[in-house]
Structures are given as structure tokens and as C-alpha cells.
């Protein structure tokens, strides 16, 4: 396999390009930059009025120059920020949300990310998850979304992936949400089956970026079709009796997710793993009800949310998270996706969780700040159904404005996240979010900015 192959498959496996992230954080801080010079001298001070304001100051960006007034210019920027309504036309990052029953207290959501860190391989989680979520749910995310967590052992993308698929592992989740829950979070988790990206390598095991053989603890892949991921082994065709046991499999998991006291249930349809394969026309060359149009090609996705939502009830709200594009010619495209999320809407799905890529190995992605979130915008403007955006939202400021602009509906601060438990205390100091306002545990709020 030559070198620049595994690096794309390091990218598809992820959702983001490892190699590029140099030039990304680069981009970044011009892309911080640019913010600051849209904004001029003038939105530096009306931080500070806000800083003082407190609350409320995302939704002002947008709306508040478009309705001010230039002929008062000799009024400074405080007065004017405090001469102005203090009615929010958008809601701002520490706003909750409310999807059907469930309040999630911001909109600040940490992205699921697999750790590779069920070390026994048996799909338990370890100490290393409590600390993990837990962590972050003290940091202030509004939404803990645990990483793929496998609903079949041979849907695992690593031996190393957490797993709901027996009763069993149930009671291996629960000190993990409480505390989650308990640190005034929401707790929600991902659920997937890697479909021909399943049996790779991982931290714990090696061979990463390639199949495990079976003497390490590999076992055989399937798929819609037999095509294999870049240099990945060749998956075996499912017939449509497995599908349907996979189906299955998705509403047991999440019936043992619910039991485990998560909140809400992801449903991982992005990424190149088993629903992205059955949804993309260059992995899916079915002829049955399963593959064809983009009906036949969404069934299976479908049937997952129908029976998901039979087993969870009416108040667990259900998210979808999505690749919506494949970056390839021929393949699954934004219109695809938004057509798609208007299907996801009528079956209940309440909010979409917009990704790209990962599904068609050795594309360009044109990495850059923010570079998902026109994705998010399209989907929320012309599905009419609630979005997150993802991907290089770094800054406090850059994830208010996505939701300032209508971009999306909650952000998501996934590797930001890694490096800093604590993003969203940080980001309200930044934003001048009085201490009040913001979710310190009771234990910390004497450290507080
Ligand atoms: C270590 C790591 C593991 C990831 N695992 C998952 C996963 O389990 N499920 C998923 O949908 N996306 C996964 N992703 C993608 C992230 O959820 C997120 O979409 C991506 O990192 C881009 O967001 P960011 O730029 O804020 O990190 C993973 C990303 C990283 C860095």
C-alpha cells in the first residue's frame, strides 16, 4: 500500500485529514483573523460592551449591524450596544435546546470520537471512558455524545470499539452516564456498524489504517457490495436476511442504551462505515429493494430509524449524523443528503449531525475552518430540520457565530475538545458570559475565570 493511500485512509477513518492539520491550524488563525478584521475596531469594543452585558452576545453579530443606525456614529460602541433591544433573534452557544422531552442545557455538544480504549475487547468501557466523558461533562458540554459503540461484535471498526450488542454490557455503562448526567450534561451515544471498515487496527492492536488479520483478532467484513475500502480486505455482500437481523441489531443497542439511562440515541450513518456504504451509489451496486435509487439506497437507514424509535418510545430524541458529500464525482452528494433529511424528518428523526467524507477512499478534502458548516446551513435551510456543525471549530468566537448566523442549531468542538476538557468555560470567558450563566461545577466555581 503506498504511503499517500494510508494517509487518506487515516482521514477517512476520522471524518478529518491528519496530515493537513498544520496547514488547518494555520488557516485558522487567519480565519481568526479575518473574523476580527470583518468586525473592525468597532466590534472589539462592542465585545467588551457585551463582556459586560454579559449573556447574549452571539445572537448580536449579524442582526445588530444589519439594524444599526450610521448617522449615530458620535455615540460609542457601549452606549450604542446598550441602546439596543436586548430581545435575541438567535440563540446564542450557552442557550439550552429542547428536542422533543430532553432540555440540553447548551450548545456546546462534544461530537462522538472513538477512543479505541476497550482494551479487553469485549465492548465494556474502562476506566479511561469515565474519565474521558465525565471530564467533559464537567467542562461544560451540553451534549456528551459517546463515540461508535458497536451494535454487533463484527461491526466494530477496531477489536478495541465499545459495543451494546448483549445485555450484558449494560451495567458496564452506567457509572459513566450518571456522572455524566449528574455533572448536569446531556448524555447521548453513537451507535454504528463499520460495515467493510470494520476488523482495522487501533492503538492497543497495530496494524492501524489496515485490516487486522485473523491471527491478531481480525474477522471477515461485509457490506452492501463486494467492494472493498481502499486497501481494507474485500467485504462479503449481505443478503437481505442479514440485513434485516442488523436492523435488529441497531433497535436492540439502542433499547440497551436507553436501559443504560443515555438520553438521546445517534445513529452513525457518515463516516464510509455500514449506512454510508448502503447509501453511497459508488459502494452500493445492489439490485434489490436495498440498493438503486435513493430510496432503495436510504432503506436500510430508514428501517433503522423506524425500529430504533418503536424500542426507545417518543421522548428519546433520535439524531442522524450524516457524510454529506462522499468529496467524490458520481457519488453521494449534498442534494442526496438534503433529500435524505427530509425523508429522516418525517420518520422523527430531530436533528441531523452534519460530517462529510470518510466513505470513498484517497479524495481531496478541502480542509479548512469551518469547512462543514456551509453543509449544516444547507441542510437546516432546505430540510427544515435541526442541524450541528462539526469540523474545525476551534474558537469561542467562530462556533458563536455559526450559531449567530443561522448555521446551525448547536456546535460541535470535537479535537478542540481532546486537548481542552474545559472548552466551554474557557469560551464563555471569552465571550464575556457572566460566571452565573455558565455550567462550573459547584465544586469549581471559586476557580472560576
Ligand atoms: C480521535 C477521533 C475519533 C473519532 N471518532 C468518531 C466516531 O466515533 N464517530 C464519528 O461520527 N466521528 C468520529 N470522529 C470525527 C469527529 O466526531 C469530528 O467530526 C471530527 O473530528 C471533526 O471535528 P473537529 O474538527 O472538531 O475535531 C472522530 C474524530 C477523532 C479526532
Redesign the pocket.
Known sequence: MADNELKHENFDF???DVPDLKAAAMADAQNEQDLRGDRGGKDKSKDKAAKAKGKGKATQDKSSSKSGKPGKGSKSSAQKAAAKPAKQTRPGLFDPITLRELTVRNRIWL?????YSAFARDGRPTPFHYQHYVSRALGGFGMVIV??TAVAPEGRISPCDVGLWADWQIDSWRWIVDDIKAAGATAAI?L?HAGRKASTGCFAVGYEGQTVPAEAGGWPTVAPSEIAFGGLDKPRALSVDEIHGIVGAFAAAAGRAVAAGFQAIEI?A??GYLISQFLDPLSNERDDEYGGDLEGRSRFLVQIVDAVREVIGEDVPLLV?VSATDWAAGGWDLDQTIALSRILKEHGVDLVDV?TGGIIAGVSVPVKPGYQVPFSEQIRTKADVPVTA?????KPKQAAKVLARGEADAV???????RDPYWPLRAADKLGVPVADVPYPRQYVRGAY
Open positions: 476520522r471524518g478529518f461530537p462522538p470520537m472513538d477512543t463515540e461508535a453513537q454504528n452513525h457518515a463516516h449524523r460530517s462539526v469540523g474545525l471549530i476551534t460541535e468542538i470535537g479535537r478542540a475538545g481532546l
